[in-house]
């Protein structure tokens, strides 16, 4: 049996980390600049966990069974998470008159039922601290729409991956992505399953397909160096759209492309990374540290206002934070690991 490659475990932990620095917005109440940076280099976390999904779920997708078990898994997970949140907003958010609970009250300042079911299986999330759900609902979708065209003829991958690179690029112009300055595509958001999932999926899918290279340490440093370059790339080109253009920061670029390509084919190709690692650890609960990553920050933000309401503005405050973040949430997979293995024994 071949040894495992820690090096995808790795990469997730690192997205976790990632995903922590955007959505804590780590230190952008000491430096706009500094946050900035972080924020764009940490872009690599969401289109990583999409490809290393991608690959993975493609070397199994003709598997008897595979796939019905593999999306009643996350359709459960995904409703399971949305009824957890609402259950914690309603608690805690509720408990503070003006604080908004779901998702519409922030955009209408009410709540529109229609507007909430739409939000809740088109956009992604429903209550406030599921904000990041958009991320499972379109890993669905997106896998279902690469299962149904390759189920039966794997080669048909190339033409998914070509055209869901076309609607990527187009989606750079739509609402919210930096681009948009320079030329509006119509849509209502494209960080979603058509414009952003499902060429990142299929990128992965696509790899999967490929004969894989003998595991070389000079190939991972090309990769690996390769990788860098591409985000200072991807660092320079959303500095000047938003700097010389004004432009909104958005959430990806064209040279995100090259720079998760290479990652990935590093990630193939080295294998130095142990099972011990702590960001190896973090990856093996990507998923459930991601579910989770959302209460954590309110929780230590709400706590630091109450010890000093300037405290979010400190150095400290902002030094530790996402790693207090990362550490809480994955005590918490950890937790949530074990009681699962628990019932499973126990029936």
């Known amino acids: 049996m071949r040894e495992r490659n820690y090096s995808f475990d790795f ?17 952008i109440g000491v430096s706009k600049d500094i946050n900035f ?38 359709i459960k997970i995904y409703i399971f998470s949305l009824i957890a949140y609402l259950g914690i907003d309603l ?13 519409s009250e922030i955009n209408s300042g009410r709540i529109n039922i229609l507007e909430i079911i739409f939000i809740a299986f088109f956009i992604g999330g429903l209550s406030f601290s599921s904000y990041a759900m958009w991320y499972i609902l379109s890993f669905i979708y997106g896998i279902i729409i690469i299962y149904f065209i390759c189920r039966k003829d794997v080669s048909r991958i190339k033409w998914v991956l070509l055209i869901s690179f ?12 930096s681009y948009n300055v320079l030329l509006k595509y119509p849509s209502l958001t494209t960080r979603e399953t058509l414009h952003f999932a499902l060429f990142y999926l299929s990128l992965g899918s696509y790899i999967a397909t490929q004969k894989e290279e003998n595991p070389q340490k000079n190939y991972s440093i090309k990769y690996l160096g390769f990788s860098i370059l591409f985000s200072i790339l991807m660092l320079l080109e959303r500095w000047i759209l938003v700097y010389k253009f004004n432009a909104t920061w958005g959430d990806y670029y064209i040279f995100t492309i090259p ?32 579910l989770i990553h959302t209460i954590a920050i309110s929780f230590v933000q709400m706590l630091s206002i109450k010890i000093s309401p300037s405290a979010m503005n400190s150095i400290l ?24 293995k628990n019932k499973i024994t126990s029936e």
């Open 317 to 340: 405050y902002n030094v530790i934070l996402v790693p207090l973040v990362g550490f809480i949430s994955y005590k918490l997979a950890s937790i949530s690991s074990r009681i699962n």
């Open 166 to 177: 076309t609607l990527n690029i187009l989606g750079l112009f739509g609402t919210g992505q």
């Open 37 to 74: 940076i972080i924020n764009t280099l940490a872009r690599f976390a969401v289109p990583i966990f999409f490809t290393v999904s991608g690959y993975f779920f493609f070397k199994n997708i003709k598997k008897e069974g595979y796939f019905k078990k593999y999306i009643v898994k996350l």
């Open 91 to 103: 608690i805690f958010r509720g408990a503070a008159p003006g604080m908004p609970i779901f998702l």
């Open 11 to 27: 990469l997730k932990g690192l997205g976790c980390i990632g995903i922590i620095c955007i959505h804590s917005a780590v230190f």
């Open 259 to 290: 720079m998760i390509y290479y990652l990935f084919k590093f990630a193939l190709n080295y294998r130095g990374f142990k099972k011990n690692n702590i960001f190896v650890k973090m990856g093996g609960k990507s998923l459930s540290i991601y």
